[in-house]
């Protein structure tokens, strides 16, 4: 009996060995396909509106996850008691993809990478008038550090990073964590995921094909299939990392989303010439180690409720 309950607990860690391998695999994916739309977006940002390039990317991942959604209702699943979450939510969304894609445009893609690692900041600090968590010291900071890594990559007055595009990307992480301190705050209120997922979905096609109304310029066929490659490609890495961290602990995984700036730096070494300065790498190297010491206090912090 010893011996057969050994072979099964022996079993079970091995499964559990290679569920938490696919899920490395998969967030280390998704940040590689990350990376190749950010490339692709910097190309065709020459030429098409960034809110365009928004709405092609929203009209692509509803058109891939309608199935899901039609399984579940349709517009049925859009039925909801939380509206004002939903709205913050898409607005917040929507910003934050805006902004994000602007700074591929007009910035090197690794730096806008990197200033994408501030949302763990910010949704830090949000998560005490929005969630009501407490935040102690530790968790400040880190934030703290983590802030000083973004000086060193901006180092206003140095010239290296034209500053007002770098606070807009920096603005835009601040819009993700909102958007993310929102679904946290409906899955408390007990919204389901395909709800939130619908109301992204439909909501951010609509804002953003409104918006780009005024701006539209018609792509020619190869501006078109970047556009549609964009949301493909986008829509597969954000499926790729939702498996990532269906099948593995937020703790093992998310670290390895910092892989991203590896890839970025890459693609824009080879295809742009962008040399990143040792003040952005070491500014890099702070936020990285901030934000993961944010993930090691908030898996103590619920380890501990």
Same mark, same amino acid.
Not at 264 to 270: E, K, N, Q, R, S
């Given at each position: /009996?010893? @011996?057969?309950? !050994? @072979?099964? #607990?022996?079993?079970? #860690?091995?499964?559990?060995? +290679? +569920? +938490?391998? +696919?899920?490395?695999?998969? &967030?280390i994916g998704a940040s590689a396909t990350f990376a190749v739309a950010a490339a692709m977006v910097k190309t065709v940002a020459e030429r098409i509106p960034t809110i365009e390039i928004v709405f092609f990317r929203s009209i692509i991942a509803l058109v891939a996850l309608w199935p899901m959604i039609a399984r579940q209702g349709g517009l049925r699943t859009l039925a909801t008691r939380r509206p004002f979450w939903h709205v913050v939510r898409v607005t917040s969304g929507v910003v934050g993809m805006v902004t994000a894609f602007y700074g591929y445009a007009v910035l090197p893609i690794a730096t806008v990478t990197a200033l994408g690692f501030t949302m763990p900041l910010f949704l830090t600090a949000l998560s005490i008038p929005l969630l009501r968590e407490k935040v102690g010291i530790r968790r400040w900071s880190a934030v703290i550090v983590g802030f000083g890594g973004v000086l060193l990559i901006l180092r206003p007055g140095g010239g290296e990073i034209a500053l007002i595009p770098a606070l807009i990307v920096v603005f835009g992480a601040f819009c993700w964590a909102l958007a993310m301190a929102a679904i946290r705050r409906m899955g408390e209120l007990g919204e389901s995921n395909v709800t939130i997922i619908a109301w992204f979905s439909v909501g951010g096609a609509v804002?953003? =094909? $409104?918006? /780009?109304? *005024? &701006?539209? %310029?018609? *792509? !020619?066929?190869? !501006?078109?299939?970047? $556009? &549609?490659l964009i949301g493909v490609i986008s829509t597969g890495a954000q499926l790729l990392m939702t498996e990532a961290y269906r099948r593995a602990e937020a703790s093992i995984v998310a670290p390895f989303e910092y892989i991203g700036i590896l890839w970025? =730096?890459? $693609?824009?070494? %080879?295809i742009w010439g962008e040399r990143p300065s040792l003040w952005t790498l070491a500014g890099v190297a702070v936020l990285v180690a901030s934000g993961l010491y944010i993930l090691h206090r908030e898996v103590v912090r619920r380890r501990s409720q």
């Open positions: /009996m010893r @011996q057969a309950a !050994d @072979q099964a #607990e022996a079993a079970g #860690e091995g499964e559990t060995r +290679r +569920r +938490r391998a +696919r899920a490395i695999a998969a &967030v804002v953003a =094909g $409104l918006a /780009m109304i *005024p &701006v539209w %310029v018609t *792509p !020619d066929w190869w !501006d078109f299939t970047l $556009l &549609v970025t =730096g890459l $693609l824009g070494f %080879v």
